[in-house]
């Protein structure tokens, strides 16, 4: 069956640490895959793409990664502050459909 | 920055009345989408819209639910007889292009759902 599956369990790390969260997906060939932040009670935001034949992606304290061998992406967050705190999702669209399918999600805290 | 906007922040229903979620989705965006969250869970697909049809729909959007784009700003979904199960966070959102335009989705923040 298909799958998108992320650490279910929450991240707790120091301020100042890098966080690396971790997408895996199964019987799946997306051209590129999303990451989102999605704060409490609020709708998720869109953070990054990266398309497969892309293998790294960075935007200011943000690097994204996507192996497509072994059907995983890894996001980090470099220099993680509090503000950081949040359930991260990665999502990807299914070639030649109209919907994108969201990961469970992974939620991120980071300790002053 | 436009953003989706979402209607009603929070609405409150008896089981088996018939409920609107109403969003304005962006202004130049062509496709629209609603997505469920049950309080804890994933976001589950919904439904996607384009061209004022039904592009794809999942095993969820069931003949309890339909969408509907009344006019140029407006995307609506009515959930038809609502059951205790429907409780959940309802988010409305849009896009340029679908799935295959590499396009990253503006989601709205969301209308929580209680059917009581």
């Known amino acids: 069956s298909q799958k998108i599956e992320q650490n279910s369990e929450a991240l707790n790390i120091q301020e100042g640490k890098t966080a690396t969260l971790t997408c895996n997906y199964t019987n799946y060939s997306p051209a590129y895959l999303q990451w989102y932040r999605q704060d409490p009670g609020r709708g998720p935001v869109f953070l990054l793409l990266?398309?497969?034949?892309?293998k790294e992606k960075r935007k200011e304290r943000l690097k994204v990664t996507f192996d497509t061998t072994l059907k995983q992406s890894l996001f980090h967050i470099t220099a993680s502050q509090p503000a950081d705190s949040a359930t991260y999702l990665c999502?990807?669209?299914?070639?030649?459909?109209?919907?994108?399918?969201f990961g469970t999600g992974t939620r991120l805290k980071v300790l002053a | 920055e436009p953003e989706v906007t979402q209607t009603p922040s929070h609405q409150v229903t008896q089981m088996g009345q018939e409920v609107i979620l109403r969003c304005v989705p962006i202004s130049n965006h062509l496709y629209f989408y609603w997505y469920r969250q049950i309080l804890g869970q994933k976001v589950e697909f919904l439904v996607s819209?384009?061209?004022?049809?039904?592009?794809?729909k999942s095993e969820i959007f069931d003949d309890q639910f339909s969408v509907e784009r009344p006019d140029g700003s407006n995307f609506t979904l009515k959930i038809r007889s609502t059951k205790l199960e429907d409780s959940a966070m309802y988010f409305c959102a849009s896009n340029e292009g679908g799935g295959s335009y590499n396009s990253p989705l503006h989601f709205g923040n969301g209308t929580r759902l209680t059917v009581t």
């Open positions: 999502a990807l669209s299914p070639s030649g459909t109209y919907k994108y399918i």
């Open positions: 819209f384009y061209n004022n049809e039904i592009s794809e």
């Open positions: 990266i398309r497969e034949n892309e």
